[in-house]
């Protein structure tokens, strides 16, 4: 395509005039259009006087001016080439009969000068240096000044000799003697734009004039103009005979440098093969393009990545080697360098032009400039760090993401949820959110009957359901094993509204993990229990962690296969449970438990022994009763310990009553838990416990619960068998509350069962539970076990259990638990 340059044209000929078309002609117009017409250039001409010409082009609505004079002010704001268009010097033209032979005689004179042109800032700076006070008035062109000059409307005209020679001869004035400023004419250009413009004239010129049959010349001669040194008046030709003396001088001064210039290219193309030997060795890839992008110099390295070599990547650009979206972005980059003039650090993703490989670039890009500060190019070093952002990805990856189910991991939620809490914190009537923890309902039994693989297996499918259909702002995680949670951030800020919908989530998760995935090409069903948190006040990111797990468990109390959402009382729970733990933990090292007896009673032969019921005889809050510490003693795993202190009290207390005719055939109940009975040291612990006391084991009755036997049961008999064997007695307590079933109550060696007392409480008043006690005794006769009534509060209860056949009674009625003392006290 053609490119459009606005030129200034003014009159100033023969250097710079307009031709009938208004064309640029003239010395500079003529090599212009020469220039124009090997570039396609379309000249548009701008005709202005100088004055103008040079506002327009410091305005950048001229691209280009031809014969401007460089001068060091003129370069703060035009560009200009190297190599001069033209040579040249001002000269003074003086109006008939006046003479001028120095320029001192200017003193007093009115000198005509063109507006900001060169003359008159010499002039200016003369008359201020030499304090020789001159009347300078401008005048905006040349032709202007002559006529006035020629009208005795001034004296003296200060004007570029080529100029003056013409309007002398048309005006018939003088040429007086006094030259000055010779000066280098060029082509300009407003500062840092249309240097391309700068580069061709520069190019043209340079060639140009070293041919002597170049358009150059030609021009010049048509002109009336040899050399840019011609029509040099007389006088000048003298001096330069006189300095022509002084060039032999030059010369051996010449040779001499020669000699100088030589050694130091000799020593500069050893440097320059030195540093190409380094930067052709170093890991980097290492570029020099200039302004227009062009690759000036590239390394070995780089050649590499273009797959060429080095000469051959010179003169091109980024778009022959990268993808469009590549080299634009470095395009972009690189302008950032060349117009701020700053130095850029950049990640470049970059892409080969076929599409193939890609590759990841840490560029340092810094701009060039010569030594008039002017940018020509920038120096780019790029370092390859694909493997690094792989590694990066990879570390990422392992960090943030759970490796089985590709999910965002515990770290990555936890700083998602904070985040999510912070800003709520922050934007109160922001949205609301909130926290679904997932727990799978038995995920063990799975791993434990079909393997690790098949539970990983379906983590993975359970992953891959949730995320299907949850919505992409919502967050799913795997915190590890069967615990997975979802973190909503975009409900409704109205509360109400927000936790309806967060319990319409996590019950439609409920279903979906209700239906049959497919293990071993066979459907496999699980269900889950998931607890809920809203995002509330003052809660941070670990507390709402902690209630949704909390919120989870209580669901897993509730039967599982459900949603809770976490109230305060689970947090008041926990915490109490937290401190009987911790109170636990010091209650036996310092004795604070203590045993209490309650009577059990044989029908026509009184008390024949007792159950042992532990008390906690805290120090601050007093006695404490089994049913506040035994369960979380349970569930913490200090009920072993607590259990077997318990059984050694009861044998050393029945070793003491066999001292004794009238206690001796006394027995104790001692309440076994479910872990100390599935411990599988528990045979051990009593065989040695009966063994250390001396206590008889007949007298041992150890009291186990229905739901005890659920878990294990094969393990338990054989237990119990061991057991009995030594002559241990079991009593199956809470009898009917249970999943009693007949079929394993035959295979175990009990030797009683206890009613429990909830179905004494109403024996009088509810038939069922009548009912209910009468099928126990009646069971109790054919299994040929004693049956014990517990519970027993009033005479009614008991006169009741005696006609219904009861033989074994225990309750309040017959006397409540009581510390040792009292206990045979009131048995006395
Ligand atoms: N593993 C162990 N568990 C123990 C031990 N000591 C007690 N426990 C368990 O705590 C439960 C509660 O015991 P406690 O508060 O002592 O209550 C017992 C009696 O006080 C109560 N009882 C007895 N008669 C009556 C009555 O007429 N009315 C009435 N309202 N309550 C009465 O029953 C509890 C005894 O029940 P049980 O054990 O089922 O016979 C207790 O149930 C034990 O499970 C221990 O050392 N280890």
């Given at each position: 395509?053609?490119?459009?340059?606005?030129?200034?044209?003014?009159?100033?000929?023969?250097?710079?005039?307009?031709?009938?078309?208004?064309?640029?002609?003239?010395?500079?117009?003529?090599?212009?259009?020469?220039?124009?017409?090997?570039?396609?250039?379309?000249?548009?001409?701008?005709?202005?006087?100088?004055?103008?010409?040079?506002?327009?082009?410091?305005?950048?609505?001229?691209?280009?001016?031809?014969?401007?004079?460089?001068?060091?002010?003129?370069?703060?704001?035009?560009?200009?080439?190297?190599?001069?268009?033209?040579?040249?010097?001002?000269?003074?033209?003086?109006?008939?009969?006046?003479?001028?032979?120095?320029?001192?005689?200017?003193?007093?004179?009115?000198?005509?000068?063109?507006?900001?042109?060169?003359?008159?800032?010499?002039?200016?700076?003369?008359?201020?240096?030499?304090?020789?006070?001159?009347?300078?008035?401008?005048?905006?062109?040349?032709?202007?000044?002559?006529?006035?000059?020629?009208?005795?409307?001034?004296?003296?005209?200060?004007?570029?000799?080529?100029?003056?020679?013409?309007?002398?001869?048309?005006?018939?004035?003088?040429?007086?003697?006094?030259?000055?400023?010779?000066?280098?004419?060029?082509?300009?250009?407003?500062?840092?734009?249309?240097?391309?413009?700068?580069?061709?004239?520069?190019?043209?010129?340079?060639?140009?004039?070293?041919?002597?049959?170049?358009?150059?010349?030609?021009?010049?001669?048509?002109?009336?103009?040899?050399?840019?040194?011609?029509?040099?008046?007389?006088?000048?030709?003298?001096?330069?005979?006189?300095?022509?003396?002084?060039?032999?001088?030059?010369?051996?001064?010449?040779?001499?440098?020669?000699?100088?210039?030589?050694?130091?290219?000799?020593?500069?193309?050893?440097?320059?093969?030195?540093?190409?030997?380094?930067?052709?060795?170093?890991?980097?890839?290492?570029?020099?393009?200039?302004?227009?992008?062009?690759?000036?110099?590239?390394?070995?390295?780089?050649?590499?990545?273009?797959?060429?070599?080095?000469?051959?990547?010179?003169?091109?650009?980024?778009?022959?080697?990268?993808?469009?979206?590549?080299?634009?972005?470095?395009?972009?980059?690189?302008?950032?360098?060349?117009?701020?003039?700053?130095?850029?650090?950049?990640?470049?993703?970059?892409?080969?032009?076929?599409?193939?490989?890609?590759?990841?670039?840490?560029?340092?890009?810094?701009?060039?400039?010569?030594?008039?500060?002017?940018?020509?190019?920038?120096?780019?070093?790029?370092?390859?760090?694909?493997?690094?952002?792989?590694?990066?990805?990879?570390?990422?990856?392992?960090?943030?993401?759970?490796?089985?189910?590709?999910?965002?991991?515990?770290?990555?939620?936890?700083?998602?949820?904070?985040?999510?809490?912070?800003?709520?914190?922050?934007?109160?009537?922001?949205?609301?959110?909130a926290l679904l923890f997932i727990d799978l309902d038995h995920f063990k039994d799975l791993n434990d009957s079909l393997g690790h693989a098949m539970g990983d297996q379906l983590l993975q499918q359970v992953a891959q359901r949730l995320q299907t259909h949850l919505r992409k702002v919502d967050t799913l995680a795997r915190l590890g094993g069967d615990e997975f949670v979802v973190l909503l951030?975009?409900?409704?800020?109205?509360?109400?509204?927000?936790?309806?919908?967060?319990?319409?989530?996590?019950?439609?998760?409920?279903?979906?993990?209700?239906?049959?995935?497919?293990?071993?090409?066979?459907?496999?069903?699980?269900?889950?229990?998931?607890?809920?948190?809203?995002?509330?006040?003052?809660?941070?990111?670990?507390?709402?962690?902690?209630?949704?797990?909390?919120?989870?468990?209580?669901?897993?109390?509730?039967?599982?296969?459900?949603?809770?959402?976490?109230?305060?009382?689970?947090?008041?729970?926990?915490?109490?449970?937290?401190?009987?733990?911790?109170?636990?933990?010091?209650?036996l090292a310092q004795q604070q438990f203590v045993l209490h007896f309650q009577p059990q009673l044989q029908r026509d032969a009184g008390v024949v022994g007792a159950e042992v019921l532990i008390r906690w005889q805290h120090p601050t809050e007093g006695m404490i009763a089994p049913a506040h510490f035994i369960p979380v003693a349970e569930s913490s795993g200090q009920i072993q310990a607590i259990?077997?202190?318990?059984?050694?009290?009861?044998?050393?207390?029945?070793?003491?009553?066999?001292?004794?005719?009238?206690?001796?055939?006394?027995?104790?109940?001692?309440?076994?838990?479910?872990?100390?009975?599935?411990?599988?040291?528990?045979?051990?612990?009593?065989?040695?416990?009966?063994?250390?006391?001396?206590?008889?084991?007949?007298?041992?009755?150890?009291?186990?619960?229905?739901?005890?036997?659920?878990?294990?049961?094969?393990?338990?008999?054989?237990?119990?068998?061991?057991?009995?064997?030594?002559?241990?007695?079991?009593?199956?307590?809470?009898?009917?509350?249970?999943?009693?079933?007949?079929?394993?109550?035959?295979?175990?060696?009990?030797?009683?069962?206890?009613?429990?007392?909830?179905?004494?409480?109403?024996?009088?008043?509810?038939?069922?539970?009548?009912?209910?006690?009468?099928?126990?005794?009646?069971?109790?006769?054919?299994?040929?076990?004693?049956?014990?009534?517990?519970?027993?509060?009033?005479?009614?209860?008991?006169?009741?259990?005696?006609?219904?056949?009861?033989?074994?009674?225990?309750?309040?009625?017959?006397?409540?638990?009581?510390?040792?003392?009292?206990?045979?006290?009131?048995?006395?």
């Amino acid at each position: 395509a053609e490119r459009e340059v606005v030129v200034g044209v003014y009159q100033n000929a023969p250097k710079i005039t307009a031709d009938a078309d208004g064309q640029p002609s003239g010395i500079l117009g003529d090599l212009l259009g020469e220039i124009a017409r090997s570039q396609q250039w379309q000249l548009k001409p701008v005709q202005c006087d100088w004055a103008y010409c040079l506002q327009l082009l410091q305005a950048g609505e001229i691209d280009l001016l031809p014969d401007v004079a460089y001068t060091e002010q003129r370069a703060l704001q035009l560009d200009f080439h190297e190599t001069p268009a033209l040579y040249s010097w001002s000269q003074l033209y003086t109006a008939p009969g006046v003479s001028l032979n120095s320029i001192e005689q200017l003193a007093g004179k009115t000198v005509l000068v063109l507006q900001d042109s060169v003359q008159q800032h010499y002039l200016q700076r003369w008359s201020t240096e030499s304090g020789i006070a001159v009347q300078l008035s401008t005048v905006r062109s040349m032709p202007e000044a002559f006529a006035l000059l020629s009208a005795g409307q001034a004296e003296v005209v200060a004007a570029n000799h080529y100029f003056g020679q013409a309007q002398r001869n048309k005006y018939n004035l003088t040429q007086s003697n006094v030259i000055f400023q010779p000066s280098r004419l060029f082509y300009a250009t407003k500062k840092g734009y249309n240097q391309d413009l700068l580069t061709v004239i520069e190019t043209r010129l340079a060639q140009w004039q070293s041919n002597a049959s170049s358009p150059y010349y030609q021009v010049l001669q048509r002109w009336g103009t040899n050399t840019p040194q011609r029509q040099v008046p007389q006088y000048v030709w003298l001096i330069l005979a006189m300095l022509s003396s002084l060039l032999l001088l030059a010369l051996a001064g010449a040779w001499w440098l020669k000699r100088q210039v030589s050694d130091k290219t000799r020593h500069l193309q050893v440097s320059e093969d030195r540093l190409n030997t380094i930067l052709n060795s170093v890991d980097a890839h290492i570029y020099i393009k200039d302004i227009k992008g062009r690759y000036q110099y590239v390394n070995r390295k780089v050649a590499q990545l273009f797959g060429c070599e080095p000469a051959e990547a010179v003169g091109r650009r980024d778009d022959a080697f990268f993808d469009a979206a590549s080299s634009a972005n470095i395009q972009q980059n690189d302008q950032k360098v060349l117009q701020l003039g700053e130095r850029l650090v950049e990640e470049e993703y970059n892409t080969s032009l076929d599409g193939e490989q890609s590759h990841t670039f840490l560029s340092v890009k810094l701009p060039l400039r010569d030594n008039r500060g002017h940018i020509y190019a920038l120096c780019g070093i790029s370092t390859d760090i694909t493997e690094l952002k792989q590694h990066q990805q990879e570390i990422h990856q392992l960090a943030f993401y759970d490796v089985l189910t590709g999910l965002p991991n515990r770290r990555m939620v936890l700083e998602r949820l904070k985040h999510a809490v912070e800003f709520k914190q922050r934007q109160t009537d922001s949205a609301q959110g909130a926290l679904l923890f997932i727990d799978l309902d038995h995920f063990k039994d799975l791993n434990d009957s079909l393997g690790h693989a098949m539970g990983d297996q379906l983590l993975q499918q359970v992953a891959q359901r949730l995320q299907t259909h949850l919505r992409k702002v919502d967050t799913l995680a795997r915190l590890g094993g069967d615990e997975f949670v979802v973190l909503l951030t975009d409900l409704h800020p109205d509360i109400e509204l927000s936790s309806q919908k967060a319990s319409l989530i996590g019950e439609k998760i409920v279903q979906l993990l209700a239906e049959p995935f497919e293990l071993q090409e066979r459907p496999y069903t699980i269900s889950a229990s998931v607890g809920v948190a809203m995002f509330s006040d003052g809660c941070n990111s670990d507390e709402l962690l902690q209630r949704a797990d909390l919120a989870m468990y209580d669901a897993k109390d509730r039967g599982r296969n459900g949603v809770r959402f976490f109230n305060q009382q689970m947090q008041a729970d926990v915490s109490s449970r937290a401190d009987i733990v911790n109170g636990l933990r010091l209650a036996l090292a310092q004795q604070q438990f203590v045993l209490h007896f309650q009577p059990q009673l044989q029908r026509d032969a009184g008390v024949v022994g007792a159950e042992v019921l532990i008390r906690w005889q805290h120090p601050t809050e007093g006695m404490i009763a089994p049913a506040h510490f035994i369960p979380v003693a349970e569930s913490s795993g200090q009920i072993q310990a607590i259990g077997r202190w318990v059984l050694q009290q009861s044998c050393h207390q029945l070793a003491e009553w066999a001292r004794w005719p009238e206690t001796a055939n006394w027995y104790l109940a001692v309440n076994i838990s479910a872990r100390q009975l599935h411990s599988s040291g528990f045979v051990a612990e009593v065989s040695k416990v009966l063994q250390d006391s001396g206590a008889r084991p007949q007298c041992l009755v150890l009291e186990i619960t229905e739901s005890q036997l659920l878990q294990d049961i094969d393990s338990v008999i054989a237990k119990m068998q061991q057991l009995t064997a030594l002559g241990v007695r079991f009593s199956l307590d809470d009898f009917g509350t249970g999943y009693s079933s007949l079929s394993y109550l035959k295979r175990l060696p009990l030797r009683q069962l206890k009613i429990d007392r909830s179905f004494v409480r109403d024996i009088l008043t509810d038939p069922n539970d009548k009912a209910i006690i009468k099928t126990i005794l009646a069971l109790g006769q054919s299994l040929e076990l004693a049956v014990i009534a517990e519970g027993v509060e009033t005479d009614d209860q008991y006169q009741k259990l005696l006609q219904l056949g009861c033989q074994q009674f225990q309750g309040y009625y017959f006397g409540k638990p009581e510390s040792l003392d009292v206990f045979m006290k009131n048995c006395k």
